[in-house]
């Protein structure tokens, strides 16, 4: 099994030391490098295959939501931090997970299991459409027709008399009830959680028997349609 090569990035020895134990604890993750500033990393990051990079925000010259910025193709990062208040700032980056400093190993390690369910082995992998299916659909909202691609969808709630569709790159209002809507989506890629929401399986990041979490978001799953939910995702 290849190992998950790691960088680690901040400018406190006592966190780089326990970032490396942590790691030694893991057989899968080997720490291919270390450093003190931001801008030794980036040059780091030219040199080696880094596939998980662990990165603090405070540190001098450049902090570390600067440096995630200057890069192109970054790889899967997780902040530390001793502050709370940069957590959003740190979600709007798509990074995997953010671990508030004094970093305790049980929380170290569900941060690992979320690299792994994100970028190793996706919870489960859906199928492309059917040829014979169409990739995408046209909503009405405020009398224009919008264009939805399929595979754009995060996931539906419920609002009464109407829908919200949240997508990658934005949440349109559609007057109708889910029921009818999840009828115009293919049920290989989409499941009913709870009276109020409906799901793509392929960005689920995590989940428990009360809830499922999608790009950083916690939906309930309700108890009547728990059963259907397991047996698709074991």
Not at 199 to 225: C, D, F, R, T
Request: charged share 25%; glycine share 2%.
């Amino acid at each position: 099994m290849n190992k998950i090569q790691c960088l680690l990035v901040d400018d406190e020895p006592p966190a780089i030391e326990l970032l490396t134990k942590y790691a030694s604890m893991i057989d899968q993750l080997e720490v291919v490098g270390t450093s003190h500033s931001a801008v030794k990393a980036f040059d780091m990051l030219k040199d080696k295959k880094i596939d998980l990079m662990f990165v603090d925000i405070r540190m001098p010259v450049l902090n570390g939501i600067d440096f995630i910025k200057t890069l192109k193709n970054p790889p899967a990062i997780i902040l530390t931090t001793a502050y709370r208040e940069y957590a959003l700032d740190g979600y709007d980056l798509d990074i995997i997970d953010y671990l508030l400093k004094p970093i305790a190993f049980n929380r170290f390690l569900k941060a690992i299991d979320r690299y792994r369910n994100r970028v190793i082995t996706p919870i489960i992998k859906t199928p492309p459409p059917p040829t014979n299916q169409a990739d995408h659909l046209f909503v009405n909202v405020n009398r224009t027709h919008h264009k939805i691609i399929l595979n754009d969808i995060l996931y539906i709630e419920s609002l009464k008399d109407y829908v919200r569709i949240h997508t990658k790159k934005d949440r349109l209002v559609v007057k109708g009830n889910i029921g009818s809507f999840m009828k115009q989506i293919p049920e290989s890629h989409f499941i009913r959680i709870h009276r109020s929401f409906a799901i793509a399986l392929a960005y689920i990041e995590s989940y428990n028997q009360q809830e499922v979490e999608i790009v950083g978001q916690k939906l309930p799953i309700g108890s009547s349609y728990r059963e259907a939910l397991m047996k698709r995702l074991t």
